[in-house]
């Protein structure tokens, strides 16, 4: 520093000594009447200085005016073209309460936490807001949303409904009290279709968002964004000070415009590169666009927490995370609240941090009544309620498999950029409590079946043993639970859809059905009839083909109903090649089955690949008297702006006769009540269910096809590089199956299987197969089509045959008449 | 030989009587039957097969309004809630037949006429429904021969409903 000042001294001391040598110079001698320049710079120094000044401003406003025309275009390509993605969501088939509805078995109180409905105490009869609920012992209210939808809406309803054990005895409207059949739960949203960046939004115009949220935002945020031009110089002076004040960041100094800029354009790096650049944006959107059209987008914009691994952004998706309602219908304290964590959403979540949450809101109200914007009642009111935020419902995990069958339908229509942007609603078929009940079901019986047979454990997530369950409604094809393995997470193969593995004896029932079709001719067979399980062999291309029983024995002659109660595989390959196997192709493809099928004898025993959810559609066309639904797994595809873009109607078609669906489903509730199917009925299910074990060579797939009048319900169990796994398809299906329908539909199926006209049903021999008159031994009731019962009686003198003119014949009405 | 022919013949002859005065007991009168509406059935079976009635009578409503759309809505809510519900298809056939979707309409009338008979047979107050549907849908095919003694006899059985060869919505309320 002292070499430094005496430098100094020096140079002032040169300085000084200037002017005496420049009066020395006689030919610098200054001419009379000039003025002595102080510096001594001659005009042409001024004019280079000028000069390359001029250039230099010259390159520095052409550089600036293009780094300005770029961000101005910037600004306009974003305000002007879309200006969010909005990915589109998935939600559930809605729930319909109605009385004798088991409230308690669906979880009601859950089912309504999980979509965000709140409870409020209070007195019976006070008011209960929109969303909102109250619980007693007996009796629930819920004041319903309404649910916005182009052809389906439904309007807010305030109802009671009684409870008896659990059970809905009575449901009322209010405020009239006037009874009600039925009111729909609103959908719950399972999914959404993201694309690269993981963002719920719901979009909302300034109009839809309430005075006192826009107050409470700019009380807090911007209390001059009305006034300034993008920049804040006051804010920003004032937040200078704070921060020095408080040795750190204690306060933004940001518009809303700059804050917008920041989300929208920048990284949120804090440099002063940034700063100026996001100062100059600000100016250029304030110069573009109007005060509303930025703070609606800014409040469409702004990051308002997270929902699992998903961010929250904008104050209409806010508003239903929070407290599961629309910005509309937000409180004043509701908006404090949403304006309040603005600063910092992690942080100030009021899920997990409700105390820091609760002194930010007061702030927020104290800066809206200092404003003039909420009075003093207003804010004392606000300020003493509680939070009151709804519980976070993540999206379930156990609808993935669901979310990609969808994620690979939709692109047939929509493709990948207007499913991640557009945001759509698509309407789903899903039931999530039975896609709850079908993952537990799997999971479960998966475990159960390692803990009891430990060779099918493995410790490599790849070679584990893996399953898929999917239930249909047989009349509509609506696919209502998909689980297509036993963890989404190890892997995202859908079993139930993506998989093509061989039926076994699932397939026989189309045999049968083609032997007991009558169109185009008499059936081959009837219920009465006897089948031939004695040792056969069949030339193919490859060699003799010599199928075998599970038990490697054969039956010989057996009835058709025992054949197939007993899966004899003899039988059914016999009665394969007597039908032809092109009817039996034919009959697969009426049903339903869409993969090719080898035109081969052994197809009979299922040695075809096929999908499971093929093979649902099949056994819903026996279970729906032989029409064929077509699966969906979506009702509606709506474009909030647009309206209803896809409607999937109700449609099913005449695949089969009535008459030989009903025999074919007669033939397989045998089998689950006799025959392999049994354990159904061992583990307590009671009324109308039919169905079909299979199993392939070695065990190596193991299936349950079951239906009720109601539901289809296919269980696959194996492993995914097929090897054996030394149980049955009884041991290991069944269970699974009935451990769902159980769950959804309880132990005592409801209704019956429509018996159609044209089958009527006579009392038969069971050892003959002849018509039982009243002296026959035996009887046992069997269905027949019209006209194709047995001819042959049988008495207590044996079995009299139809064309035998000798043996006397019992007499009848027409006897008595004298008909004969 | 004599003895033997008469009575035969009279047992012919009683018989024959019999089935005459059970003929003349079923054969409408005068006017014909009542068709069946909706609102008459909300008393009948389970939880289930109860909403699904009030469930189609809201469509029905909504039908006689003209929302169609809401109509459609509620019909298969309908069936969500019971898809073993007989009158629901009764009532989407009527729904298609306005539509001028004969095919579809069939169908339902098929899946309708199937639960009827599970449930012990069409009732008297519905044949007419059914067999007037049947007509209709025959008749928006082009096929003549085939619709009109279905609508016929729709109106004979029902001719307060089915005398002008339609049924709309508010006639099933």
């Known amino acids: ?820 | 030989m004599w003895h033997f022919q008469t009575r035969r013949h009279l047992r012919l002859g009683g018989a024959f009587v019999l089935l005459a005065a059970v003929a003349c007991g079923s054969v409408p009168r005068g006017g014909g039957r009542e068709a069946v509406r909706l609102p008459e059935l909300l008393g009948d079976g389970d939880p289930a097969r109860r909403a699904s009635q009030r469930l189609l009578i809201e469509g029905l409503e909504a039908d006689a309004r003209g929302d169609s759309p809401r109509a459609k809505g509620r019909y298969e809510r309908a069936v969500q809630v019971d898809p073993m519900n007989p009158y629901a298809y009764l009532v989407f056939a009527r729904h298609e037949i306005d539509r001028r979707r004969p095919a579809q309409a069939q169908a339902f009338l098929d899946q309708a006429r199937a639960l009827f008979d599970t449930g012990g047979g069409v009732p008297p107050n519905v044949e007419a429904h059914l067999l007037g549907l049947q007509g209709a849908s025959a008749a928006l095919q082009g096929q003549r021969s085939r619709a009109a003694p279905d609508l016929r006899q729709a109106a004979d059985l029902s001719p307060a409903v089915w005398g002008d060869a339609y049924l709309a919505a508010q006639e099933l309320l």
């Open chain 1, 1 to 820: 520093m002292a070499s430094g000042g005496g430098k100094k001294t020096a140079r002032k001391k040169a300085a000084r000594k200037k002017p005496a040598r420049k009066k020395a110079s006689a030919s610098r001698a200054p001419r009379r009447g000039t003025r002595r320049r102080r510096w001594g710079f001659r005009p042409r120094h001024l004019r280079l200085i000028a000069r390359v000044l001029a250039a230099l401003a010259f390159v520095f406003g052409v550089v600036s005016g293009r780094w300005l025309l770029g961000l101005d275009q910037t600004v306009r390509e974003r305000f002007e073209g879309r200006r969010f993605r909005v990915a589109s969501r998935v939600l559930s088939a809605p729930t319909i309460l109605y009385p004798g509805f088991d409230a308690g078995r669906f979880g009601l109180r859950g089912q309504l936490l999980r979509r965000g409905y709140r409870e409020q105490p209070g007195a019976r009869g006070t008011l209960l807001e929109e969303g909102r609920f109250r619980w007693s012992a007996n009796r629930v209210r819920v004041h319903l949303r309404a649910f916005e939808h182009p052809s389906r809406a439904e309007p807010a309803r305030d109802i009671v409904m009684r409870l008896g054990g659990g059970v809905i005895e009575e449901v009322r409207e209010l405020p009239r009290g006037r009874e009600v059949g039925a009111v729909l739960l609103e959908p719950e949203r399972v999914g959404s279709f993201y694309g690269g960046h993981r963002e719920q939004r719901d979009l909302v115009s300034l109009d839809e968002v309430p005075p006192h949220l826009i107050d409470a935002v700019l009380a807090v945020e911007d209390r001059r964004f009305e006034s300034h031009v993008g920049i804040d110089p006051r804010r920003i002076a004032g937040a200078l000070v704070a921060n020095l004040r408080a040795g750190g960041i204690a306060q933004g100094g940001s518009t809303l415009t700059q804050q917008l800029v920041k989300n929208f354009f920048l990284t949120p790096e804090r440099t002063l590169q940034r700063k100026a650049t996001e100062a100059v944006m600000a100016l250029l959107v304030e110069s573009r666009y109007d005060k509303r059209a930025i703070l609606e987008t800014y409040l469409n914009e702004i990051y308002l927490g997270r929902r699992g691994s998903t961010a929250i952004h904008g104050v209409g998706e806010a508003s239903y995370f929070l407290f599961g309602k629309r910005a509309a219908d937000l409180t004043v304290a509701e908006a404090a609240l949403v304006a309040a964590i603005i600063q910092s959403p992690n942080r100030l979540s009021p899920h997990r941090h409700p105390d820091e949450a609760t002194e930010r809101r007061a702030l927020v109200l104290q800066l809206m009544n200092e404003q003039g914007r909420i009075d003093d009642e207003t804010l004392a009111a606000a300020t003493a309620s509680p939070l009151g935020v709804a519980e976070i419902a993540v999206e379930p995990n156990d609808a993935r498999y669901f979310l990609d069958l969808l994620r690979r339908q939709l692109p047939e229509v929509y493709d990948g950029d207007v499913l991640e942007g557009e945001g759509l609603r698509i309407y789903s078929t899903l039931d999530l409590r039975l896609q709850t009940a079908a993952a537990d079901a799997l999971r479960g019986g998966l475990e159960e079946l390692e803990r009891d047979f430990p060779a099918l454990r493995s410790e490599d997530p790849a070679k584990q043993l893996q399953g898929c369950l999917l239930a249909m409604r047989p009349q509509t094809g609506e696919v209502l639970a998909l689980v297509g393995g036993r963890d989404y997470g190890l892997s995202q193969f859908d079993r139930c859809t993506q998989a093509r593995r061989q039926t076994g004896s699932v397939f026989k029932p189309f045999v049968y059905a083609a032997a007991l079709d009558a169109a185009g001719g008499p059936p081959q067979i009837t219920l009465a009839s006897f089948l031939d399980d004695t040792p056969l062999e069949v030339a193919t291309a490859t060699g003799v083909w010599r199928p075998e029983n599970f038990n490697k024995k054969f039956h010989g002659r057996v009835p058709v109903r025992e054949a197939i109660e007993k899966s004899m595989n003899v039988a059914a390959a016999r009665l394969g090649q007597q039908v032809g196997v092109d009817r039996v192709v034919s009959m697969a493809q009426k049903l339903g089955i869409t993969s090719t099928l080898p035109r081969v004898p052994s197809l009979a025993l299922g040695t075809a690949e096929l999908s499971p959810l093929e093979v649902a559609r099949a056994y819903a066309t026996l279970a729906n008297g032989g029409r064929r639904p077509w699966p969906h797994a979506f009702e509606d595809v709506v474009d909030p702006k647009a309206g209803t873009l896809d409607r999937r109607e109700l449609r099913f078609d005449r695949a089969i006769g009535a008459g030989t669906a009903y025999l074919t489903t007669s033939l397989l509730t045998g089998v689950v009540d006799r025959g392999t199917g049994r354990r159904v009925r061992a583990m307590g299910m009671r009324g109308p269910i039919a169905g079909k074990t299979g199993t392939t060579d070695e065990n190596r797939d193991l299936w349950f096809v079951g239906f009720t009048p109601e539901l289809v319900t296919v269980v696959w169990v194996g492993f995914d590089q097929p090897r054996s796994l030394t149980v049955s398809s009884s041991r290991a299906a069944i269970p699974i199956w009935v451990n769902f329908v159980r769950e959804v539909a309880g132990q005592q199926i409801r209704g019956a299987f429509p018996r159609p006209s044209e089958v009527s049903t006579f009392d038969i021999d069971p050892r003959s197969g002849a018509l039982a008159a009243a002296s026959c031994p035996r009887r046992h009731r069997e269905y027949f089509l019209a006209g194709t019962e047995p001819s042959d009686i049988c008495t207590q003198r044996g079995v009299r045959r139809a064309d035998d003119p000798v043996a006397p014949r019992r007499r009848g009405l027409f006897d008595w008449l004298g008909f004969r």
